[in-house]
Each structure stands twice: as structure tokens, then as C-alpha cells.
């Protein structure tokens, strides 16, 4: 079955750690993105990647970091710098050139 | 820059009424807008995508329009179901940094009851 998976879907962490969340795809999409979305707010870009090695910042890029080694994988480092974790986030991915996005089932972030 | 508006913020209805959620965007020049589906706690599934030279779009149940002109778009569901309670979300692309990226609206969250 073609898809995006997400892991963990729920993580927990400390103030002052660094977490890092698992995106991969095995539906041969170029653009890769991660989203963060708060309660009765709309989705956030975070970062994006339309190609492997080559990633942007998108709106919200403050306290995470990425990486885009593999086609198929875009992990989400969330920082001690990230003032604010807490949240859903989302991972999504794309064909080059089209704007249908498939979304992952997402990770729930929590700071204790 | 681009901002999308989702009214209401939330609906119950019973079940078998026919309902519409409205969209509004401010950037016109759109050549699409996407409704997606999600669910408490899991990711958003699209259901329709309208292409700017369209004016409709229909999937079952689910019928979207799109008028660029006013800004607006509205996702009708027709005969609605207790299945039907999710959140409902819109997304116009706004070209940035020299790439489209989507704008989400904050969603509309519909219970439909039985």
C-alpha cells in the first residue's frame, strides 16, 4: 500500500530536549512538508523540500530543523528553542508540479 | 498575502439536513481551492479540488463551488450523515519564495446527529 506514515503519534518531552519526529512516503512524491496545527487554528507550514538535499523555511521555521537525506524520509527536529511545542503536527507530501497534498495520520507532541 | 476564512467556526446539525460551510479567500488570482476532510486526532484526506476554470465540483454527496470573482467558495454536503461529523478544512495557494504553497482556514467543525 502506497502512503505516508508518521511516528510516534504521541510524544512526550521535557523542557530543554530536543525530539525528532519520523515522516516517510513510499508514494515516490519529490515535495515533502511538515505543518503544525494548534486547536481551533489552520494548518502552519513549518518547512518544506521539493527536492532531496534542498529544503525551505516556510512560515513558522523558529526552534525546528529538518532533513531530506532520502527521497523518501523528511524528519522533524523540534528544538529546546521551540518556545512553544506543544501541538499536532502534520506531515504531508506531493508530486512535483501539483498541489494535491497527501497528508500522514500526525504526531501529537505534548511538553511536560 | 493570502487569507482564508472558514464560517462558521463550528455546526451541529440533525441528521438528513443539507448544509453549506463557506470559504472566503483574500488573493483572487487562485487557479484552485481544496476542501479536505479530517478527523479528531488524524490527518486531513482531500475531497475535492476545483481547478479555477471550473465552477463545481462533486464527489457523492459533496458539491463545491468556487467564485473567484467574490472570493468565495462553499462546500455543500447534501443529505448529511452522523459519518459526516469531522472537520471540514479549505486551502488556497499563495505564490511565495518561488514556490505555491497552500493557506489553510482554521476549519469548520461539524457534528451531525442522530
Known amino acids: 500500500d502506497g502512503g505516508i506514515t508518521q511516528s510516534p503519534k504521541y510524544l512526550f518531552r521535557k523542557e530543554g530536549q530536543n525530539v525528532t519526529l519520523s515522516c516517510e512516503q513510499n508514494?515516490?512524491?519529490?515535495?515533502m512538508y511538515w505543518y503544525r496545527q494548534d486547536p481551533g487554528q489552520g494548518l502552519r507550514l513549518i518547512y518544506y523540500?521539493?527536492?532531496?538535499?534542498?529544503?525551505q523555511k516556510g512560515d513558522i521555521a523558529e526552534g525546528y530543523s529538518v532533513s531530506r537525506e532520502k527521497k523518501e524520509s523528511f524528519p522533524l527536529t523540534v528544538t529546546s528553542a521551540q518556545k512553544n511545542p506543544t501541538a499536532f503536527y502534520l506531515c504531508a507530501s506531493s508530486r512535483q508540479g501539483t498541489d494535491t497534498q497527501y497528508f500522514g495520520p500526525g504526531t501529537r507532541l505534548t511538553v511536560l | 498575502k493570502q487569507e482564508v476564512t472558514q464560517i462558521p467556526a463550528a455546526l451541529s446539525v440533525p441528521e438528513g439536513e443539507n448544509l453549506v460551510l463557506n470559504c472566503s479567500f483574500t488573493?483572487?488570482?487562485?487557479?484552485?481551492l481544496q476542501w479536505f476532510r479530517q478527523d479528531p486526532g488524524k490527518g486531513l484526506t482531500s475531497l475535492l479540488l476545483?481547478?479555477?476554470?471550473?465552477r463545481e465540483q462533486t464527489s457523492g454527496r459533496l458539491n463545491a463551488s468556487l467564485d473567484k470573482s467574490s472570493g468565495r467558495s462553499t462546500l455543500y454536503i447534501a443529505a448529511s450523515q452522523p459519518g459526516d461529523s469531522a472537520t471540514y478544512l479549505c486551502a488556497a495557494p499563495f505564490f511565495s519564495g518561488g514556490y505555491n504553497k497552500l493557506i489553510f482556514g482554521a476549519g469548520t467543525r461539524l457534528a451531525v446527529h442522530p
Open positions: 476545483i481547478q479555477s476554470s471550473q
Open positions: 508514494l515516490n512524491h519529490d515535495a
Open positions: 523540500s521539493q527536492i532531496v538535499n534542498d529544503f
Open positions: 488573493d483572487s488570482a487562485i487557479y484552485n
